[in-house]
């Protein structure tokens, strides 16, 4: 079946502008993350949706970041007035449960001039 | 928080073994393991939970010490395949979802 998809893949914005990040996961999967992977690191927990429980946003930076959950099941992030080091790659993976494993999108690259 | 890995990066030849560590400084309920391939999502590897579970679907293998809080993953007969950045990812309490990804490990196997 279809993997998880997100979009778009590549971003380039305007230091200041608002961009949305879109995460279409596995039909199915009730949990769903995002992640911030910066040029050779590691991957920073952002935000986690399980089904009808509030999402656990422990992991946003600032208050710029925001992230909604449609229907139980595709999610957008959005960042207002980008900074430059937002610059990363944005990561969304879902998993059937929590504690069981996740599968990645291809990311969405986000360049912030 | 974040837990630690060693080494930061490893070069093998094919056929070599190696092993990845992942040290956290609080207690786990679970250690997860993938592998991410350049300019690729990562893939998952293994989960080790509590209590000795172990869920994979790759031959590699792996421990968990829940007393020392640190999980190792072997990798035996390395294949080419095996090149890539090796990430665990901690779970401290069960049900939480969320996990804490250590710096990755770097494994480069070579002919």
């Known amino acids: 079946g279809a993997g998880v998809s997100q979009s778009p893949s590549n971003k380039v914005t305007e230091k200041g502008k608002d961009v949305e990040l879109r995460c279409d996961p596995i039909?199915?999967?009730?949990?769903l993350y995002w992640y911030r992977q910066s040029l050779g690191q590691g991957l920073e927990f952002l935000i986690y949706f399980q089904g009808n429980s509030a999402p656990d946003k422990s992991g946003l930076p600032s208050d710029r970041f925001s992230a909604e959950r449609t229907g139980g099941s595709v999610s957008t992030l959005t960042i207002q007035r980008t900074q430059q080091e937002d610059s990363a790659v944005y990561l969304c993976a879902s998993s059937l449960d929590n504690s069981y494993e996740q599968y990645f999108g291809p990311g969405t690259r986000l360049t912030v001039t | 928080q974040q837990p630690v890995q060693s080494p930061q990066a490893v070069i093998l030849r094919e056929g070599e073994d190696a092993v990845i560590n992942c040290s956290s400084s609080?207690?786990?309920?679970?250690v997860h393991w993938y592998r991410q391939k350049h300019g690729e999502a990562p893939v998952f590897l293994m989960i080790?939970?509590?209590?000795?579970e172990q869920k994979g679907h790759e031959k590699i293998s792996a421990s968990f010490n829940e007393k020392k809080q640190q999980s190792s993953l072997y990798l035996t007969a390395s294949q080419l395949s095996y090149s890539g950045t090796y990430f665990c990812g901690t779970e401290i309490s069960s049900n939480t979802g969320k996990l804490i990804f250590g710096q990755g490990t770097t494994l480069q196997v070579k002919p």
């Open positions: 039909s199915g999967h009730t949990a």
């Open positions: 080790l939970l509590k209590g000795g």
């Open positions: 609080k207690a786990l309920y679970s």
